[in-house]
């Protein structure tokens, strides 16, 4: 693969020195220049560079080293010398959409030609300059010569000079004999596979251009519909203020329900769109509960095309001698590209540039110019490679988003769509619903086959298209749900009814089109009638075939696999509980429109194990044969074919498209939506049917079509049980074992009995009475004095400060969202309303300058302000009067001695009656003490100093302490017994932990100084901040804190954690849990990465160990439902926040399955629907 | 609350380097977008599918969700600082004699992952390969030639510096 940018095909047509196979270029002006008016199929140079030029694109197959292998071939050039063009819409020709695995079979024949062509051409040109007959010039590996004269070859420069030769394509050409191949039907390594494995390969997520900005987009909340009247006019309103304090921004573009920003910096655009606060109006949900998508499909709307009518298909379904109906239901699947789509779009004045990864150049460039206005000629589609798409992904859709953008702001824009945006709005490969009425005549003929198959189908418009009103939001029906509609055998009366349907949701061409489904139907279907007429599957099979290919490579197949012929399900069990079973299917993939062209035949025999007690199914082998006509790259086919089986095995298993009633598609992220991993894979063994002398056949989806049909056959000769509806989940197979329905019940909403702290407060008023009657003294003001000059203090007084100042954590609560450390303007949500932290920086006007160390020491002691306001005890003076004179002093002379900020306080909004001040001096009264700590004899020196630390200016009782009504702390045995901040739950610091490792000297000591201990879990939340602070504090004073707060906790000996520790996460681990249920996958999929402990290979990402962790075993879900939704980090790690991707639903159930799991001692929690409310409003 | 931008000094693939940018900023987007390396990509942004691996100090990381500030003063390796096209590293050339790429966008996670296991345990069973990619997603179904890519470049002999023993 040359590195060096192959010439443009203009270029190409304005140079000498060139033979090029030309055809019209499509829509061109009739008279044109030949740069304008000319395609080029293959161009051959004088200096020997071989361009080939084909309009569709590679999607990761390795299309590109096959079609090199074609031009090489019959050009009798080396393969290194052919350079291939793919899909651009200034360089290659229209040859449509990259669809149906037909760019061998189909798209590859001009090049083909075109290249006898140019070789006909050189024989001529050779033979008129040696003045001989064309039968004596040989071409081999690009060398030109007379025969018997290897030693003089004629050289291309001599042989074309200047000259310029066009040569009309012709309509066919006598090809290269098949005994003479030398690449074509040889395995080759595949061009780009060298450049992607070292990062040297140019995907479009890696196309920068000069002055590029970042863009992302919003998505209206009809997640995944692309018809219906709310769709392009549900947009209330978007407040651009709300992205006000992200740097960077350069534009909010909305057009009707489009709406993105532009960003200079990626991170920034993504923040943006996360943060910019979008208000859509009430849509009426999805119209059809596609929790039962056979029922769905039943009841949509219709349109019946009879494909076939053969025989009296009534009259024969009434003289059976064995009638089998039958339904089948096929799930709506992804694509699933492991990468999020991607574009970049340069829009100027004089046309468009779009780097895109679309396998549809050209219908791209055609939306292009609808959405602009500008002229089709005027916009350049180059196309880059992407993640691999196995049909219609976003591509399309980001392209013409990074189009809008960039026309906004008038520079190059990058788009990248998130995770989650390409799993809702990617349109998905459609559900399917088979009914087959049918079965068995006299002597086990086939009698009558009925066959109805339904199909919702759209073309999937592009989607700003349709956001932006440039096209109705009406659904198209398309005929696509006919792919292989028509069965292998010979039916003696068969109908054959496709049923084309409107969109349900958006939809699209998925691997296999329609007919990985019908031939599940089909191929599930003669099983049955085999095991009726008790004949063995595959002979059965054979007896009925009409296509003799198709019957050859049955037998090759059932032979590779060493078939045995049974009859009936043998229901083989091991000693260990599981069945075994082998299944059998075969079928032709057809595709285009109807009655379509077959591709490559391919036939399975799978091997399955079915866990008889979980319901777990396993493909442990797959032989896997395939007749592709001549192959042009056997290692290409092969590839593909590996590919295929795993992914079809995927899809069968494990894959189906979740919905909800509030936004569609509810699947947005990998656990949601899993997908084959490593442990899962089955042996796979790839047979090639020998059949070079037969035309090329699409090779890309064949393998697929058999898999389901396989596979449940295979799970019923294990367990004589037919499952006819997918994917197989371990709950819907084990149902199907147990004889019943396999759909769960919807879990019900659960609803909160218990009150939150702050709703209990309503019998307050008596004792609120009671405290005016008693509490109104005055407390006189504190004269200002002039700043105090910091160089007063030694340098060691300040830094004692400094210390206190982090094991206080001051900066913690006073500094507000913009980062100015002791500035003030934090919103404190408390029971009593909303207070605002103040500056205390030493600006004279707005902060504590003006403040005498007794002023200063009457706040920290007695919580009243200098000028005699009492302050509300969130500022935590109980404790800080425990303080010692020294101490105070310090912090003083470190307060002092920062810099000053001007800024004027906010003032606090608190609910009567407590915002009546002077009330405070009754709470004081009542509950605060205003003493300094004094020491206890018996005990420890550090025990006394951890204890003063931790009561004292370390306030931990602050948020660890339960308060009463009045919000006083709580002390006795509710001392430090956990409370609640800010949200989340303050853990009990005591033995009344839940943990169920007890707290030790060594983990509080592990988690006070780095965030995190091994057998709790990490700070998050308001405690993250805390660490932090604590790091200005020297290890003496972490280690005395620890030591007190060791004495308020039983620990168990070392041995005996250790112990605990390890069975604990023995009985917790994936190993000792089936993924039985969508909130276990979901775990499985996007927890255990960082999660699961014992792995093989340390991640630098790994997280806390669930099983351990006090989240999961705290009193209520606040911790953990707050860690989920908003994510956190702390020194030593990050967790990303999953509130974009889980929905409520999935977080309840994330949150009820967690706990069960990894604290199966701890009650269920019951407020979690309320824990997620709580968790998503303080998130915004 | 949003941290103003700071300069990170990193050290990236043997080299140091500055950027200014906000501690939170995902390692992922600074290697991508500020040091043009193309090798880690973004699959998911929330550590799920494996694709933005790096190594941080010889350990695999999801750069995707791992923070700048966490990255300061450590050894960061990517896709491109195993070897190059020219000159390859021994895993690099197994996954290519393997063939183990279709579209390769997953294709830096599986390397990545591997280098972190292999150096870990550089004898392993194909059983163990699987299990050390577990958390690694492909979607084109490469995964019988990656398996057999890592089991290749074990069998060639491994060597935490990275040159192959034969």
């Not at chain 1, 047979?687 to 090329?696: A, K």
């Amino acid at each position: 693969m040359s590195f060096l940018a192959p010439p443009s095909r203009r270029e190409l047509l304005k140079r000498g020195g060139v033979i090029a196979v030309v055809s019209p270029r499509k829509g061109a002006p009739a008279g044109a220049a030949p740069e304008d008016g000319l395609d080029i199929h293959v161009c051959l140079t004088a200096e020997g560079r071989v361009l080939a030029f084909c309009g569709h694109v590679d999607l990761g197959t390795g299309i590109r080293t096959a079609l090199a292998q074609i031009v090489a071939e019959e050009l009798d050039f080396p393969f290194a010398a052919v350079e291939m063009v793919l899909g651009d819409t200034a360089q290659t020709p229209d040859q449509g959409a990259t669809i149906a695995s037909e760019t061998i079979q189909v798209t590859s024949i001009p090049m083909r030609i075109a290249a006898v062509q140019i070789r006909r051409q050189l024989v001529a040109l050779a033979a008129a300059a040696l003045d001989c007959p064309e039968e004596e010039i040989a071409v081999a590996d690009g060398v030109v010569s007379r025969r018997g004269e290897a030693a003089s070859p004629l050289g291309l420069g001599p042989l074309l000079g200047n000259r310029r030769i066009m040569l009309p394509l012709a309509e066919s050409a006598a090809f290269k004999p098949v005994e003479q191949h030398g690449l074509v039907g040889k395995p080759v390594a595949r061009v780009d596979i060298p450049a992607k494995l070292t990062g040297r390969f140019t995907y479009v997520h890696d196309v920068r251009v000069p002055g590029m900005l970042h863009g992302r987009v919003v998505r209206p909340p009809y997640a995944g519909i692309d018809a219906g009247e709310f769709v392009g006019h549900s947009l209330a309103a978007v407040d651009r203020t709300s992205i006000a304090g992200i740097p960077g921004i350069r534009a909010v573009v909305v057009e009707g329900d489009f709406v993105g920003v532009v960003a200079e910096r990626e991170e920034h655009a993504a923040a943006a769109a996360e943060a910019l606060v979008v208000r859509w109006k009430e849509w009426p949900g999805l119209a059809t509960d596609l929790g039962d998508a056979g029922n769905a499909l039943r009841k949509h709307p219709a349109t019946a095309r009879k494909l076939v009518d053969e025989g009296d298909v009534e009259a024969a379904l009434e003289s059976l001698e064995k009638r089998l109906d039958r339904t089948y239901v096929w799930p709506y699947q992804m694509h699933g590209s492991i990468g999020p789509s991607c574009a970049v779009a340069d829009v100027r004045a004089d046309g468009v540039t779009v780097w895109t990864g679309s396998q549809n150049p050209f219908p791209l460039q055609a939306d292009l110019a609808l959405l602009t206005g500008m002229p089709a000629e005027s916009i350049e589609v180059i196309r880059h490679e992407a993640a691999g798409c196995y049909g219609r992904n976003c591509a399309d859709d980001v392209a013409a988003d990074a189009v809008l953008l960039s026309r906004a702001v008038g520079a190059p824009v990058r788009v990248q769509l998130t995770r989650e945006q390409e799993h809702l709005w990617e349109p998905k490969g459609a559900a399917q619903l088979v009914d087959i009425a049918g079965g068995l005549g006299p002597g086990g003929a086939l009698a009558a086959y009925d066959f109805h198959t339904r199909y919702p189908s759209n073309a999937a418009p592009t989607l700003a298209l349709l956001l932006t009103g440039r096209i109705p939001n009406r659904p198209a029906t398309l005929k696509m749900g006919d792919r292989t509609a028509i069965p292998s055998y010979r039916y003696e009366n068969m109908r054959i009814t496709a049923y084309d349907m409107p969109p349900i949701i958006r939809a699209s061409w998925l691997r296999g089109v329609s007919a990985m489904p019908n031939v599940f139907a089909h191929e599930s279907y003669i099983d049955e009638l085999a095991h009726e007429a008790g004949v063995d599957p595959v002979e059965f099979r054979l007896r009925h075939i009409t296509d003799e290919r198709a019957a050859e490579l049955v037998k090759a197949t059932a032979a590779r696999a060493g078939w045995a012929p049974h009859v009936g399900p043998r229901m083989q069990a091991d000693g260990e509980g599981i069945l075994h079973g082998r299944g059998f299917a075969q079928a032709r993939y057809v595709h285009g429109n109807w009655p379509g062209v077959g591709a490559a035949w391919a036939a399975w025999v799978a091997d399955v194990a079915v866990n008889r007690a979980t319901g777990e199914v396993t493909v442990s082998r797959v032989v896997v044969g395939q007749d592709t006509g001549m192959m042009v790259n056997p290692a290409g086919v092969q590839h593909q074919i590996h590919g295929n089986v795993l992914q079809s095995t995927s899809r069968v298993l494990r894959e189906e498209v979740t919905f909800s009633e509030t936004a569609a598609v509810a699947a947005r992220e990998w656990g949601a939506y899993p997908v084959l991993t490593f442990p899962e894979l089955p042996a796979i063994d790839v047979m090639l049917m020998e059949r070079q002398h037969e035309p090329p056949l699409g090779a890309g989806e064949s393998a697929s079509v058999p898999s389901a049909a396989a596979i449940v056959n295979a799970v019923y000769d294990a367990t004589g049980v037919r499952f006819r509806e997918l994917p197989l989940t371990p709950e819907r197979v084990l149902a199907g074992l147990n004889g019943r329905p396999a759909l769960a019940p919807p879990s019900a909403p659960r609803r909160s009995s218990r009150l939150a702290f702050w709703s209990r407060l309503g019998g307050m008023a008596a004792a609120v009475a009671t405290f005016v009657a008693v509490s109104l003294p005055l407390t006189p003001e504190i004269g200002p004095i002039a700043r105090p000059d910091p160089a007063t203090w030694s340098a060691a007084t300040i830094e004692k400060g400094r210390q206190l100042a982090a094991l206080g954590a001051c900066a913690v609560c006073h500094t507000g969202k913009d980062g100015v450390p002791y500035a003030g303007g934090l919103a404190l949500e408390t029971p009593f309303g909303t207070i605002m932290t103040t500056n205390i920086t030493p600006d004279p006007e707005t902060g504590i300058g003006g403040w005498s160390y007794p002023a200063f020491e009457r706040a920290m002691r007695a919580g009243i302000h200098r000028d005699g306001r009492h302050l509300y005890p969130a500022f935590p003076y109980p404790s800080f009067a425990k303080a010692s004179e020294a101490d105070l002093q310090a912090l003083y002379a470190f307060l002092m001695s920062q810099p000053a900020v001007s800024r004027a306080n906010e003032p606090s909004r608190l609910v009567f009656p407590f915002n009546l001040r002077p009330l405070m001096a009754g709470w004081n009264l009542l509950f605060n003490r205003g003493r300094e700590l004094e020491p206890e004899a018996v005990r420890s020196a550090e025990w006394n100093r951890g204890r003063y630390l931790v009561d004292g200016l370390g306030h931990c009782g602050a948020c660890h302490s339960p308060r009463n009504a009045l919000g006083a702390e709580k002390g006795g045995r509710a001392y430090l017994a956990g409370g609640e901040a800010e949200g989340w739950e303050a853990p009990a610091l005591t033995s009344a932990s839940r943990t169920p490792i007890p707290w030790s000297e060594a983990e509080l000591y592990a988690y006070l100084r780095s965030g995190h201990a091994a057998r709790h879990g990490t700070a998050s939340g308001p405690m993250a901040p805390v660490i932090e602070a604590l790091k200005g504090l020297p290890d003496a004073d972490i280690r005395a804190m620890a030591v007190y707060l060791a004495s308020l906790n039983t620990a168990l000996p070392e041995r005996e954690a250790a112990a605990k520790a390890d069975v604990i996460l023995e009985v917790t681990a994936s190993a000792a849990h089936l993924a039985a249920s969508p909130a276990a996958r979901l775990y499985e999929g996007a927890c255990a990465v960082c999660h699961e402990t014992g792995r093989i290979v340390p991640l630098a990402n790994q997280g806390p160990a669930l099983g351990l962790s006090s989240k999961l075993h705290a009193a209520t879900p606040a911790n953990l439902v707050n860690m989920l939704v908003q994510g956190g980090g702390h020194g030593a790690g990050q967790m990303p926040a999953f509130g974009q991707a889980l929905d409520d639903r999935q977080i309840a159930d994330l949150a009820a399955y967690l706990r069960g799991r990894f604290a199966p001692g701890q009650p269920e929690w019951r407020d979690v629907e309320k824990a997620i409310e709580r968790a998503r409003i303080s998130q915004r | 609350m949003r941290s103003a931008g700071r300069i990170f000094e990193l050290r990236v693939n043997g080299a140091d380097c500055r950027v200014e940018v906000e501690p939170e900023t995902p390692l992922l987007f600074v290697l991508r977008n500020d040091l043009s390396l193309n090798g880690p990509k973004f699959g998911c942004g929330l550590g799920e599918c494996g694709a933005c691996t790096v190594l941080v100090d010889g350990v695999a990381a999801r750069a995707c969700a791992y923070p700048v500030r966490l990255a300061r003063g450590r050894e960061i390796v990517t896709l491109e600082g195993l070897g190059t096209l020219e000159a390859p590293h021994p895993i690099q050339q197994a996954f290519i004699d393997a063939q183990a790429a279709q579209c390769g966008y997953c294709i830096n996670g599986m390397v990545m992952t591997a280098k972190a296991f292999l150096d870990a345990k550089p004898r392993p069973s194909e059983s163990e390969v699987r299990e050390a990619l577990r958390y690694n997603l492909c979607r084109c179904g490469t995964h019988v030639e990656i398996v057999q890519a890592v089991m290749l470049a074990a069998e060639r002999g491994w060597r935490r510096d990275g040159a192959a023993t034969e």
